[in-house]
């Protein structure tokens, strides 16, 4: 897999962390030793990412100068909201720091392991081809750390359903495909669940169940976890 467009969603103010956060924002926090903001560059960087963009609000200097730091060579574009745009709005200004149609968005706050490669990559495969959004989903005995009693969603004929009891629960990994047109004729603040919620209703996002376990760094508890 090369050459796709990575935008890791890095503007929240990270509050579920508590005391950690007030001081350091969420991206920059560590887990098994390790920065999640840099567990997730040198995951997708070394699966063929070629163009990451980051947005950024609470703390957005500090970011800025791990960045500087860190990853001076790197194609990493930083933008910064000068007031929240939610996670929709986000995703809909990154298309106007990138030429292409079609991007990667996910969450800082997963925490990516080598067991995952192969499975990212067969869920990138192809990904020139979704046409409006995919999701990569968890089952709940796969899906680590901070969850939802409840699942966030279903699966029928690889189509995403919203949550129903009676069905197996998957949860929502923290990674997603989405193509630009989804965000037509959209304000410029909104959350990414008002745009699932439309999509659903259509079935038009696709959605794949990863085998590998994943990790969830949602909150305090979670950060402290083996």
Not at 9 to 30: D, H, I, Y
Request: hydrophobic share 35%; charged share 25%.
């Amino acid at each position: 897999m090369k050459n796709f467009t990575l935008m890791i969603l890095c503007a929240g103010f990270g509050s579920r962390m508590l005391n950690l956060t007030r001081s350091t924002p969420k991206p920059l926090l560590k887990y098994k030793n390790k920065i999640l903001l840099k567990n997730t560059i040198d995951f997708f960087t070394n699966i063929g990412c070629d163009e990451i963009l980051i947005n950024t609000h609470y703390l957005h200097n500090k970011i800025k100068k791990y960045l500087d730091k860190n990853f001076k060579n790197y194609p990493i574009q930083m933008i910064y909201e000068k007031k929240l745009l939610g996670t929709g709005g986000g995703v809909k200004n990154i298309f106007n720091h990138t030429k292409r149609k079609k991007i990667c968005v996910v969450n800082s706050d997963i925490f990516w392991t080598k067991k995952n490669k192969l499975d990212i990559k067969y869920f990138l495969e192809n990904y020139q081809d979704v046409s409006h959004c995919k999701m990569l989903l968890s089952k709940d005995i796969n899906f680590l750390g901070l969850k939802k009693e409840k699942g966030d969603f279903n699966l029928k004929r690889n189509v995403v359903t919203n949550f129903n009891s009676k069905n197996e629960k998957l949860y929502y990994s923290g990674l997603q495909i989405v193509s630009k047109n989804i965000f037509n004729n959209r304000k410029n603040i909104f959350s990414m669940s008002e745009i699932w919620t439309k999509l659903i209703k259509k079935n038009q996002i696709k959605g794949y169940v990863i085998p590998s376990k994943i990790r969830h760094i949602g909150d305090k508890n979670s950060i402290s976890e083996n």
